[in-house]
């Protein structure tokens, strides 16, 4: 399918108390280019096996292709990652018809805090939280893909 | 799982007719890198994504993870794969206890024939068809990832 979404910094810590879903999140790339990103992901006691194709022109729109694997299938997978796991909380927070995932990044990328909003429409209406800070949409140096290679404290 | 397997060049095509199941095979790589192949195949009208990690010292064992995807969404992940896609005819033949799998090449990779046996340990005895030549386990040069982006006709 084409996943759309919009992606912010987040200008404060407020978002933590309105959050309804915590999740512990590690993931790592058997492959970080952006064309072609394969990602093996552990949330909570859950593995995913990710893979996503090129932005469209506008930033906003890519092709994303999911399923659920075995915790124990995405452990081993993550030993054959390239080096530079990533490591975060996401919380959940939901505003008006939508919900924010926010990423709290540890490790390398400690300092770094990213919104997400899933879209089904590149044009959708939605409201921005007063923690919402600077739009980074289709910035690839915001992607987990280039921070597990380019971590946020070498910028 | 550990795959351990042992590769073959093929001598004579005598083994054509000893043939069980014959099957077309398109494959092509979302990551080609020995250490975490990825790899989208579609065999007859199954598909499959296989994930490799690095060879054992000996060449005979290596790491690998399948899942049966749909015929659809192998052929979207086809589009996003490295340019580079393979073409071959899949042979399957028994001998004694154990099944060979002869590959025959087409496009770049045309005058290629390789066999495979999987076997369940690296000691483990087999009998030798006459149409098998030259052992070529663990010679990266015949993976089917380092073919895709280095084709027989180039060699």
């Given amino acids: 399918m084409i996943e759309i979404e919009r992606k912010f910094l987040v200008s404060n810590d407020s978002f933590i108390e309105q959050a309804f879903v915590k999740n512990?999140?590690?993931?790592?790339?058997?492959?970080?280019?952006?064309?072609?990103?394969?990602?093996?992901?552990?949330?909570?006691?859950?593995?995913?096996l990710t893979i996503k194709g090129a932005s469209s022109k506008s930033g906003l729109s890519r092709y994303e292709w999911e399923k659920e694997i075995s915790l124990n299938d995405a452990e081993n997978l993550l030993l054959l990652c390239e080096p530079g796991v990533i490591e975060k909380t996401r919380y959940e927070v939901?505003?008006?018809?939508?919900?924010?995932?926010?990423?709290v990044f540890y490790?390398?990328?400690?300092?770094?805090?990213?919104?997400?909003?899933?879209?089904?429409?590149e044009m959708e209406y939605f409201e921005l939280p007063d923690w919402i800070g600077?739009?980074?949409?289709?910035?690839?140096?915001?992607?987990n893909s280039f921070l597990s290679q380019n971590p946020f404290k070498n910028w």
Same sequence: chains 1, 2.
């Fill in 107 to 121: 490790g390398d990328n400690k300092g770094l805090i990213i919104a997400e909003i899933e879209l089904t429409a």
């Fill in 24 to 48: 512990k999140i590690s993931q790592g790339y058997l492959s970080s280019v952006p064309e072609r990103t394969v990602r093996v992901r552990i949330k909570g006691d859950v593995g995913f």
């Fill in 134 to 143: 600077a739009e980074v949409t289709g910035d690839v140096k915001y992607y």
């Fill in 94 to 103: 939901i505003s008006g018809n939508h919900t924010f995932e926010i990423d």
